[in-house]
């Protein structure tokens, strides 16, 4: 395992204890959030190939890239940089379907240990299914992005796309236009009334990215 994947294991662990205290309904079968509209840096995406290599019985899905996907028009640090420089960021549109993400069997992720971070900060306090989407205090969703911002700096200057067109990028090496350039953190996107709390977070990220790109 390389220094950028040690660290990225690292952050994932990290976001895991510090959402350990928080109050979430999220359990194995709950899987509304499962879908093909998940994001992720390259990194990440090798991450799951070396899984699904060691495992030897678990090929990349042949359903991969079905319907129509999910295509970020910016990256994470990519708007972080449009709001410090008080631009109005490129319009997104989703598609209006979507369908489940193909390592789902029956409702449980097959690639669980490394699912990317566009799994791991979906985290609800109240049933998704019921709303249709997942409910987050204001000062997680401030955790999600500096995490989001951290691993896409840490993957520089690689890729970030749909999860299934990272993974067909990666499987196949054919280049893949929909997807976009990492980019190093401009700033971090935390609101005034959130940086004290934020602050021991912030800096074992600046730890495990120091570690890794120094």
């Not at 040690?6 to 879908?35: F, N």
């Not at 390259?42 to 079905?66: C, M, R």
Request: hydrophobic content about 35%; glycine content about 8%; some cysteine.
């Amino acid at each position: 395992m390389n220094k950028k994947t040690t660290a990225l294991m690292r952050l994932y662990s990290l976001l895991e204890r510090t959402a350990a205290p928080w109050p979430v309904v999220c359990e194995k079968g709950c899987a509304s959030c499962c879908t093909t509209h998940v994001t992720m840096t390259t990194l990440e995406g090798q991450a799951i190939l070396d899984y699904l290599f060691k495992a030897g019985d678990k090929p990349v899905p042949q359903n991969q890239g079905l319907g129509e996907l999910f295509r970020p028009a910016i990256t994470t640090n990519g708007l972080a940089r449009c709001c410090m420089e008080r631009r109005e960021p490129p319009v997104e549109q989703k598609p209006d379907h979507f369908n489940p993400c193909p390592f789902l069997e029956d409702n449980a992720c097959t690639i669980y240990p490394v699912r990317p971070l566009g799994c791991r900060v979906m985290l609800s306090s109240k049933r998704c299914r019921a709303g249709g989407y997942a409910e987050m205090e204001d000062y997680w969703l401030t955790l999600n992005q500096v995490f989001l911002q951290a691993v896409e700096a840490l993957d520089c200057p690689g890729k970030f796309g749909n999860m299934s067109l990272v993974l067909k990028f990666l499987d196949s090496g054919q280049e893949e236009e929909a997807l976009l350039t990492n980019e190093p953190v401009p700033g971090l996107m935390i609101p005034r009334e959130h940086q004290e709390d934020a602050g021991p977070v912030l800096a074992e990220i600046n730890r495990i990215l120091a570690g890794a790109m120094g």
